[in-house]
C-alpha cells in the first residue's frame, strides 16, 4: 500500500510544481513562499485545535494530531528549516529556468537519498543499485549538454546550483523523515512544521525582503498560490503516511515521488512550449531508466 501511495504522492506534486511555475514567472519569490507556508498552516490550523479542544472527534482516524514532549518539537524545528532552505532553493531556481530543466535535476534526488542511507545507515548498494545512480549521473551530464543549447552552462549557472543544492536539501530532509516517522506521528509532524516553517517565513518577509521590495519583482497575487499550497498539503499528507508503514523504504518512497517528473515534463513542453524537448526527452529517459533500476535492486 505505501508505494501506491507515493506514486500518488508524485502526481500530486507534479501538480505543485506546475502551479509553482505559474506563480513564480514574472513575480517576487519570497512573498509566494510566505503565502504558501500560510495557507498550509491554515490548512492544517483546525486539525491541531480539534485534537486538542475534542480530541474524540478525530481520535483513531488519520487526521488526528497527538501532542507531543516539547523536546520532540526540536526535532521538528529542524525539519522546518531543512525543507524550508530546500524551498528557497527550488523557488529560485523554478522561477528562471525551465521546468524541462528543473524537474530531471530535481529527480536525481532519489540517487543522492539512497547515497545518505548508504553512508549514514550502512546500507550497501547491489549490482541494480550502482547501475542506477551511475545512469543518474550520465542524464545529468546529458542534461547540462541540453542546457548549454538554451545558452545555460551548468558550471556558470547560479540558479542551475540552486536546483542542485534543493535536490541535496531535499534528500537530507527525505532521510530524516524516515528517523522521524520511526517515533512521531505523521501528522504532528506535518502540522507543527508547516507552523514553525510559516513563523520562520514572517521574520525572511519582513527583515529581508520588505526592505528592499522596490529593487526586486514586484509581487502579485495569483491563485495558484493557493493551488500550490493545497497540492502541497496533500502530497506530503500521502507521503507521510506512506513512511509511517514499518517496511516503508525511504529510498523507494523518494524514488518514486520523483516520478513526478513526467508531469512537469509534459507542463513545460504543452503549457510553457519549452525549447529542445527531444533532446531533453532522451535525458529525462535515462533518469527515469536509472530510477527503475535503483527500484529493482531495493526489491
Not at 549490482?127 to 547540462?144: E, R
Request: net charge positive; with cysteine.
Amino acid at each position: 500500500m505505501w508505494l501506491g501511495l507515493a506514486f500518488v504522492s508524485a502526481f500530486l506534486l507534479g501538480c505543485y510544481d506546475i502551479n509553482k511555475k505559474l506563480s513564480l514567472n514574472g513575480n517576487a519569490v519570497i512573498p509566494v513562499l510566505f503565502f504558501n507556508t500560510l495557507i498550509c498552516s491554515i490548512v492544517f490550523l483546525p486539525f491541531v485545535v480539534v485534537s486538542a479542544w475534542n480530541p474524540q472527534l478525530l481520535e483513531g482516524t488519520l487526521f488526528y494530531v497527538p501532542k507531543v514532549p516539547l523536546y520532540v518539537h526540536g526535532y521538528i524545528i529542524l525539519k522546518a528549516i531543512i525543507v524550508l532552505a530546500s524551498w528557497h532553493f527550488a523557488y529560485f531556481a523554478t522561477k528562471h529556468l525551465p521546468l524541462t530543466l528543473t524537474g530531471p535535476i530535481k529527480a536525481t534526488q532519489p540517487v543522492m537519498t539512497l547515497l545518505g542511507a548508504l553512508l549514514i545507515f550502512q546500507e550497501r548498494l547491489n549490482v541494480y543499485q550502482w547501475i542506477g545512480v551511475s545512469l543518474a549521473i550520465i542524464s545529468f551530464y546529458m542534461l547540462s549538454s541540453s542546457g548549454k543549447k538554451e545558452g545555460i552552462r551548468f558550471t556558470h549557472n547560479k540558479w542551475i546550483l540552486c536546483m542542485v543544492l534543493s535536490a541535496v536539501t531535499g534528500s537530507m530532509s527525505g532521510l530524516y523523515d524516515k528517523y522521524l516517522m520511526s517515533f512521531i506521528d505523521p501528522m504532528a509532524v506535518q502540522s507543527w512544521y508547516n507552523f514553525y516553517q510559516c513563523i520562520l517565513m514572517i521574520f525572511v518577509l519582513v527583515f529581508l525582503w520588505y526592505p528592499g521590495r522596490k529593487q526586486t519583482t514586484p509581487f502579485t497575487w495569483r491563485w495558484n498560490i493557493v493551488l500550490i499550497s493545497l497540492f502541497l498539503c496533500v502530497a506530503d499528507f500521502v507521503y507521510f503516511y506512506a513512511l509511517s508503514f514499518p517496511d516503508s523504504m525511504i529510498s523507494i518512497v523518494s524514488m518514486v515521488r520523483r516520478s513526478n517528473v513526467l508531469v512537469t515534463f509534459a507542463a513545460g513542453a504543452l503549457f510553457f512550449h519549452e525549447k529542445n524537448l527531444k533532446n531533453k526527452a532522451v535525458d529525462l529517459f535515462f533518469v527515469l531508466l536509472g530510477m527503475i533500476f535503483l527500484y529493482l535492486g531495493t526489491k
